[in-house]
């Protein structure tokens, strides 16, 4: 071996050792993740998110649903957390266990061993039977593993201390929206960790009705009073509904069905006026081929729908123009 090529080698052995420190610590960074996660959303909006994972080819809220959503090519995927009578952290929609399982009972009163004997999947199709309800940790390990976007709904602000903790153990609270309609929910996470987006659901009839400067008005004076720049304003206008029909598109809505083109509150004014007050927004959630059309025009910055599918291939065919 001649002294140039022992020389190289030296050098090489020398700046390998600095090399992976570097680069831990780019890793390590939060900031820099902080940055990844900001950069991700204004690169890709909207981000089209799936509504409790791909809902429409499988069970709501469970492993087969998330891993179809990022097989599917979902930018995200969103889902809802509970928390049983022992502690822990369950990804499920409901308050009662009733429509998407084999058990019954309220879901805080049970337990996980419980919950983890309960047929998850059989209420959609029976080649899901067998599908069990995942835990919150079983969930963000999956997303991690996979590099997806969690949107995650906190659906009662009590949980806000154990989520957090959870995020930070599985390495995903640099990669995580929390959405919540608790007020409470949302100014905790602001207090505790501002790093992490939260976003506030706002399903009151004042957010997506009348001119505007109503809408506008309203949704900034309360995220303001909140402290947040997340807003997800409900982007219907449902008291344009002939009060026949709404029962029916509410449970549409609920049971992951398309509601068809409903009257939409988030106009391109309003997208506009709220992106210049410095405003992300999420659109949800949205299944009609016109109002995905719509909303991915208006440039929304989370289109949150369960024919996950269908509005990638709009997406990708107004991008592509």
Same mark, same amino acid.
């Given at each position: ?12 052995? %020398?700046? %390998?050792?600095?090399?992976? +420190? ?27 998110? &799936?509504?409790?994972g791909f809902a429409e080819v499988a069970p709501e809220n469970t492993m087969s649903a998330f891993e179809a959503a990022f097989k599917a090519g979902a930018d995200a995927s969103e889902f809802d957390v509970h928390m049983t009578i022992d502690g822990t952290l369950v990804v499920f929609h409901d308050d009662t266990i009733g429509r998407t399982t084999n058990g019954t009972g309220v879901l805080k009163e049970l337990t996980y061993e419980y919950l983890s004997t309960l047929d998850a999947g059989s209420w959609k199709d029976p080649k899901f039977a067998g599908e069990k309800i995942p835990t919150l940790h079983q969930t963000l390990t999956y997303f ?18 154990? $989520?957090?903790?959870?995020? #930070? ?21 602001? #207090? ?6 939260? *976003?506030?659901? %706002?399903?009151?009839? &004042?957010?997506?009705?009348? #001119? ?6 309203? +949704? ?14 409900? #982007? ?27 009257? @939409?509150? @988030?106009?391109?004014?309003? $997208?506009?006026? %709220?992106?210049?007050?410095?405003? *992300?927004?999420? &659109? ?15 440039? $929304?910055?989370? *289109? ?7 509005? +990638? ?9």
């Amino acid at each position: 071996m001649d002294t140039k090529s022992t020389n190289f080698k030296l050098i090489a052995w %020398l700046i %390998l050792p600095l090399f992976l +420190i570097s680069s831990c610590n780019k890793e390590d960074n939060p900031e820099n993740l902080k940055e990844s996660l900001a950069d991700y959303i204004s690169q890709n909006s909207p981000l089209i998110t &799936a509504h409790r994972g791909f809902a429409e080819v499988a069970p709501e809220n469970t492993m087969s649903a998330f891993e179809a959503a990022f097989k599917a090519g979902a930018d995200a995927s969103e889902f809802d957390v509970h928390m049983t009578i022992d502690g822990t952290l369950v990804v499920f929609h409901d308050d009662t266990i009733g429509r998407t399982t084999n058990g019954t009972g309220v879901l805080k009163e049970l337990t996980y061993e419980y919950l983890s004997t309960l047929d998850a999947g059989s209420w959609k199709d029976p080649k899901f039977a067998g599908e069990k309800i995942p835990t919150l940790h079983q969930t963000l390990t999956y997303f991690q593993e996979n590099n997806m976007v969690a949107v995650l709904e906190i659906k009662v602000a009590d949980i806000v201390d154990e $989520v957090l903790e959870m995020l #930070s153990e599985t390495k995903m609270d640099k990669r995580t929206v929390i959405i919540s309609f608790e007020e409470s929910a949302i100014s905790k996470i602001l #207090s505790e960790n501002p790093d992490i987006p939260a *976003l506030l659901l %706002l399903a009151d009839v &004042a957010y997506n009705t009348g #001119s505007t400067q109503n809408k506008v008005n309203n +949704i900034s004076q309360k995220a303001d009073e909140i402290g947040t720049k997340y807003v997800g304003p409900f #982007s219907f206008q449902l008291e344009k509904l002939d009060p026949t029909l709404m029962s029916e598109a509410i449970f549409n809505l609920t049971n992951n069905i398309d509601p068809g083109e409903l009257p @939409l509150a @988030l106009d391109a004014e309003t $997208v506009a006026d %709220l992106h210049e007050k410095g405003y *992300l927004i999420d &659109a949800w959630t949205v299944d009609s081929e016109e109002n995905i059309r719509d909303l991915v025009t208006f440039k $929304v910055d989370f *289109l949150t729908t369960n024919y996950l599918e269908r509005a +990638i291939r709009i997406k990708k065919e107004i991008q592509n123009k």
